[in-house]
């Protein structure tokens, strides 16, 4: 049985390469870049020789089961160009951990998680040429995991692949912050306790798009997903969500709903209580996973106690968040800086400094040579 090993990785350079786009035509997830890295598995010889070839469909028994009981996983993250020319990654350790966390969950194979960290950086320096240079553009990296088993008994796979494809992305936010309208959603439900909503699996996406869907023709960007009959706050969209109160004593809390199994464990989220907990003045601020509901938020509102609120992900760091409509009314969130509130902002540059080595912080950002 052998185990994930980088050493051995194999590498197939095109003879076609693709022009690359200029910044302003990148679209996010449409166009990829030369070549895909993938690793095959099987129980009887474990993870095959890692091979980075040209970018290429995959051939795939229509038995395999992958399409028939979603054994699927995926991972988002992204590459940056620093000043000085270095490909970075940031804290891609945490996306390896969650990816393993999300294959045991659905029975898929384990991996070891530095070697796959190796692999990727590897990738990413044979595409560094798609990596777009500047403050909110970026490799958009998914690294993805499927069983391969060609068989429809509902089983443990005995065949699966990993698969990184990559995405040159622009900005978010072209001109500044878009502050988002979200619809509470109360006719469905994202995850639940024992489900697999704390897990990047693609079978909890497909079913939460009708009601996004649903709240964009009543002019809504997002969704706020809720759960139980409480209507706690769980996430936007697929963005974890935070909340800034106003609290009795006249300090100001940024909430997020805690790790109960309700939640995506975001890198985002977790960077984001770091920098908090770290930063910010304690004698003002207070940092809290605790669970909160949306007759919470309303009240905030309603008494000018609710500071401003936002999205927290890969794709945009963070999303402001201008209004939630519950039951029919709105609930007006304060965005004081005109397009976001000040925390919001703060925390994005935060993040961006350290994405693109301008500031060090915890070695949360790595040149791939390095790895
Ligand atoms: C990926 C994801 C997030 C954000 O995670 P990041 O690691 O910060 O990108 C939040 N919620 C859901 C449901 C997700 O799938």
């Not at 028994?61 to 992204?78: I, M, N």
């Not at 997903?225 to 940024?254: H, P, Q, R, S, Y």
């Not at 965005?335 to 080595?357: F, H, M, N």
Request: aromatic residues 10%.
């Amino acid at each position: 049985m052998s185990s994930l090993d980088a050493s051995s990785l194999v590498i197939n350079k095109t003879t076609t390469p693709k022009a690359k786009l200029p910044n302003d035509q990148l679209v996010f997830g449409k166009t990829f870049t030369d070549h895909i890295l993938e690793i095959e598995w099987t129980a009887e010889n474990g993870w095959a020789t890692p091979t980075i070839n040209p970018y290429h469909k995959l051939e795939l028994d229509p038995s395999a089961v992958v399409f028939h009981y979603a054994f699927e996983l995926f991972e988002g993250l992204k590459a940056y160009k620093d000043a000085s020319g270095n490909s970075r990654l940031f804290r891609v350790n945490k996306n390896m951990k969650r990816m393993n966390a999300s294959a045991e969950r659905i029975d898929l194979p384990a991996f070891d998680e530095a070697e796959l960290s190796k692999l990727i950086a590897k990738f990413v320096e044979v595409e560094q040429d798609f990596i777009p240079e500047g403050h909110g553009y970026s490799l958009y990296l998914r690294p993805t995991m499927i069983g391969t088993t060609a068989s429809l008994g509902v089983n443990t796979p005995d065949k699966a692949l990993i698969f990184v494809i990559a995405s040159p992305v622009g900005p978010y936010y072209k001109t500044g912050f878009k502050p988002v309208s979200l619809e509470a959603t109360e006719n469905a439900v994202r995850a639940w306790p024992g489900g697999s909503g704390n897990s990047k699996l693609g079978a909890n996406y497909a079913p939460c798009i009708k009601p996004q869907r649903e709240a964009a023709t009543r002019g809504h960007q997002q969704n706020l997903w809720l759960f139980g009959e409480e209507g706690f706050v769980t996430e936007v969209g697929t963005m974890n969500a935070f909340f800034v109160f106003e609290t009795e004593d006249g300090k100001k809390e940024i909430a997020t709903a805690p790790l109960d199994g309700t939640i995506l464990e975001g890198v985002t989220r977790d960077s984001i209580l770091d920098l908090c907990r770290e930063k910010l003045d304690p004698n003002e601020w207070i940092v809290s996973e605790r669970k909160f509901t949306i007759h919470e938020v309303k009240e905030a509102s309603a008494k000018g106690k609710l500071i401003e609120a936002f999205g927290a992900g890969t794709a945009a760091i963070v999303s402001p968040i201008k209004n939630i409509t519950f039951r029919g009314e709105d609930i007006n969130v304060p965005v004081a800086l005109g397009s976001s509130g000040e925390l919001t902002k703060q925390l994005l540059d935060w993040i961006e400094q350290i994405q693109y080595g301008e500031a060090e912080y915890k070695n949360w950002s790595t040149p791939t040579k390095d790895y």
